[in-house]
């Protein structure tokens, strides 16, 4: 038999629909591949054996007794551990969450254990989601499975390396400012921002509350349309969440498939490209462009000069409403509590020694900043011109989409980098988030879809990279057909997807 965990998620729920496997199998199949290889990648915080053995073994009864199923019932997921699930421990990489079992699930987990999905466990990542290396953990770096010397990207990394390890076929991440797109470009995976308030953020561990929003993770975009109208969808629980239904994202992805694109105008941002790139970065993008233009795209070059600010901006927004966001972890109420070593046991006393020991460097820097941006006498000259870029960005892209469908870059300006290259340097690490920020600023949706290995220049040589691909709020649709005729069109240059060519773990 095919080893299952090498099968994409349509794959796999098409052999278990079949009842060619059963999905205890495919479930044990990838904890077995977990426990196999995870010790090296460590894409894993807390795997859930019993929780996701009890999920498959009720789909497969329910579906011999012949009742009608979810398309991807059975097909076994790993959730990123700044989602909350109910009786799983939660720690968004944190200390100061170290132990802590929710009592509750976010809606996006709700969703999953209704379709069906046995839940394989819960991974690494950047503590609060802060960081573009998941050398942020409070609990160990996770290791890029094409090289085990290379960060996976963050702050979603653990998610990335389980579903490029074929620990999992399918993963949650949460992107603030390109951590489910970065992590993709790095990783040889498929990554998904949806539109702002396109998927609950209910029971997602907020840092930034205007920015944050949930996505898969995958190894094929239509792995991501499938697993997108699951989590997607209304929820009244979320004041943000979009009151509409979702576009038809599983019938654009088999759509693009088809590799035509007749009538599409692909729009390449001037901002996002160029000087800052790897050079084999660039050629990869130079080449994946023309693969569209034989689809029968039209490719124009439009220009975003606000983008040249996002960065900054961003850095002044995120840090704003995370530190806001994370006043609630004072050691009174839940997590961590550490009492002063000496003198009187006072609240405020408490609170410090609490925050002082649970929070990494990281996010102590970030609050730090946010807290200072939001002072009297700062907030307007800070957080109130950010806010100003913010909205220049906005128009800029409504600039663009009328000039083109969809707009296009590299994900990220370089493949993975070495552990510590970068983690000394706050903003070189920041500068991974380039191209990937303005879509959180704007609440746009985006998709980072594997296109290639870098060239031979130099160490980067053989190492994925990304094709990013942005649309207009609630026309997700449109990154699954764009993305899934890019991805026919290059795995039939390659003869099968770029994961195959990855090295071998274990």
């Given amino acids: 038999m095919t080893d299952l965990t090498r099968l994409s998620a349509a794959q796999l729920a098409d052999v278990l629909a079949a009842g060619e496997v059963s999905s205890v199998e495919a479930t044990q199949a990838h904890l077995d591949r977990i426990a196999a290889v995870d010790g090296d990648v460590h894409a894993f915080l807390h795997v859930s054996d019993e929780d996701a053995l009890t999920t498959a073994r009720d789909v497969d009864a329910r579906r011999a007794a012949g009742e009608e199923l979810h398309a991807l019932a059975g097909v076994p997921i790993a959730v990123k551990d700044v989602v909350v ?218 220009s975003c000069p606000s983008f040249d600010y996002a960065l900054a901006a961003y850095y002044l927004i995120m840090p704003s409403e995370a530190s806001s966001n994370l006043a609630k972890f004072d050691g009174m109420r839940f997590g961590l509590r550490v009492e002063p070593a000496e003198g009187p046991v006072t609240a405020e006393r408490v609170m410090a020694a609490t925050r002082g020991a649970g929070f990494g460097d990281e996010v102590k820097r970030r609050i730090i900043l946010g807290t200072y941006a939001l002072s009297a006498g700062y907030y307007d000259a800070y957080y109130g011109s950010a806010q100003k870029v913010r909205t220049l960005i906005q128009r800029d892209f409504a600039a663009s989409f009328a000039q083109a469908d969809v707009l296009v870059s590299p994900t990220a300006p370089t493949t993975a980098f070495r552990f510590g290259e970068k983690l000394d340097d706050p903003l070189a690490m920041y500068l991974n988030d380039v191209a990937t920020i303005p879509a959180n600023l704007a609440g746009v949706p985006g998709i980072s879809v594997p296109n290639g290995l870098s060239v031979p220049d130099g160490e980067t040589a053989g190492l994925p990279t990304g094709f990013q691909i942005l649309a207009p709020a609630k026309a997700d649709d449109r990154l699954y057909r764009v993305g899934a005729a890019l991805e026919a069109a290059l795995e039939k240059q390659w003869g099968g997807p770029l994961l195959a060519q990855a090295p071998e773990l274990g």
């Fill in 85 to 302: 699930t109910k009786g799983m421990p939660t720690t968004a990489g944190s200390k100061i969450l170290e132990g802590w079992v929710p009592p509750y699930d976010a809606t996006l987990v709700e969703r999953l254990r209704a379709a069906g999905l046995p839940i394989l466990g819960k991974t690494n990542m950047d503590e609060f989601a802060m960081g573009s290396s998941t050398e942020h953990s409070a609990y160990g770096n996770t290791k890029n499975p094409w090289d085990l010397d290379r960060i996976p990207g963050g702050s979603g990394g653990g998610s990335a390396a389980a579903v490029a390890a074929f620990e999992a076929p399918l993963a949650i991440g949460t992107d603030t400012g390109g951590s489910i797109r970065q992590p993709g470009a790095v990783t040889g995976t498929v990554g998904v921002k949806p539109t702002y308030g396109g998927v609950s953020r209910y029971g997602l561990i907020a840092m930034a509350s205007s920015l944050d929003q949930a996505g898969p993770v995958t190894r094929t975009v239509l792995d991501a349309a499938l697993l997108h109208e699951v989590i997607g969808g209304h929820d009244p629980h979320d004041s943000t969440s979009i009151p509409e239904p979702l576009p038809a994202l599983v019938e654009a992805a088999r759509q693009g498939a088809g590799q035509d694109l007749s009538g599409v105008r692909v729009g390449v941002v001037r901002e996002l490209t160029g000087e800052g790139y790897q050079a084999g970065v660039q050629a990869r993008f130079d080449e994946s462009l023309e693969l569209l233009r034989g689809m029968g795209a039209e490719v124009v070059e439009v």
